[in-house]
């Protein structure tokens, strides 16, 4: 029974294409996450090559460590559903590119680490694509606090985290929350689809 | 006074209106990093000063932290 139900989840997620900007711990996280419940389609877009340090967080592996992410990021994907189709672009996110990576997409996650980047991705998608719901992460660094993370939508525009802890030299991103907000913005963007008729 | 919508709560303010400045100074808003809307619509941060916000009016003002 749980088998036809999660059939009919995936044959219905096919249908869609999700953008993921950049693809640190955030998007890296919140992309297996989607592969793995059957979207149709990712768009991932990011400028960073693996690095060491990624790995307290991101999904990668130790052997990646110079490739770049989107590259590992749909090599990974592909290891668990090779079906998943990717689309990669290995490039900067800017507010002059954003309609032309995201133009197709039914929903866009804001997986950035900056916080201006953030903002700057925002901005675009609310003048260039006001129609398309954006899922934002802010507030994640440290570890505890889990009764601190939480969602809040305002129209389109949907932001987990406990929209307070910045990364600091003494604060730093960590797998545990960053995975958690990650995990939480995969369930938004299944929460609409899931509404959404074809 | 006018009763707004901030951040999905009721607030109510002893104003008759007011711009997006006032109201950053009024919550204490000192942010550099922030998105503002009035009714779903974005206010750029060279309108802050005159984007006026009236009774009945949904307002989000978003604080965005580093970290992902």
Same mark, same amino acid.
């Not at chain 1, 992410?69 to 996110?93: C, F, G, M, W, Y």
């Not at chain 1, 590119?97 to 996650?109: I, K, M, P, S, W």
């Given at each position: 029974m749980s088998e036809m139900i999660d059939t009919k989840i995936r044959q219905h997620l096919s249908r869609f294409r999700v953008g993921i900007a950049g693809c640190g711990g955030l998007g890296s996280? $919140?992309?297996?996450?989607?592969?793995?419940?059957?979207?149709g389609e /990712?768009?991932?877009?990011?400028?960073?090559?693996?690095?060491? @340090?990624? /790995?307290?967080?991101?999904?990668?592996?130790?052997?990646?460590?110079? #490739?770049?992410? +989107?590259?590992?990021?749909?090599?990974?994907? @592909? /290891?668990?559903?090779?079906?998943?189709?990717?689309? @990669?672009?290995? +490039?900067?996110?800017?507010?002059?590119?954003?309609?032309? #990576?995201?133009?197709? $997409?039914?929903?866009?996650?804001?997986a950035f680490d900056r916080a201006d980047q953030k903002v700057m991705l925002i901005e675009s998608m609310s003048l260039l694509l006001p129609d398309t719901p954006l899922i934002s992460g802010s507030g994640m660094a440290g570890w505890g606090n889990n009764h601190l993370i939480r969602c809040e939508q305002y129209g389109n525009l949907y932001v987990c985290g406990d929209q307070q802890t910045e990364v600091s030299p003494d604060v730093p991103p960590l797998a545990p929350r960053v995975g958690i907000v990650a995990s939480m913005q995969a369930n938004f963007v299944m929460e609409i689809l899931m509404r959404k008729k074809v | 006074m006018i009763n707004i919508i901030l951040n999905n709560r009721q607030e109510s303010i002893d104003v008759d209106s007011m711009t997006v400045q006032e109201l950053l100074n009024h919550k204490n808003f000192t942010f550099k990093l922030l998105v503002v809307k009035i009714n779903g619509k974005l206010i750029k941060r060279d309108s802050y000063d005159e984007a006026v916000i009236r009774d009945g009016d949904e307002v989000t003002v978003l604080h965005l932290v580093s970290g992902g």
């Open positions: 996280n $919140c992309g297996v996450a989607l592969a793995r419940v059957g979207i /990712l768009v991932i877009v990011d400028f960073d090559v693996v690095e060491k @340090s990624n /790995l307290n967080r991101q999904y990668y592996f130790l052997k990646q460590v110079g #490739l770049p992410k +989107t590259e590992a990021l749909q090599h990974n994907i @592909s /290891l668990i559903d090779p079906t998943v189709r990717i689309t @990669s672009h290995n +490039t900067t996110i800017k507010s002059d590119n954003v309609a032309e #990576l995201f133009g197709g $997409c039914d929903v866009v996650v804001e | -």
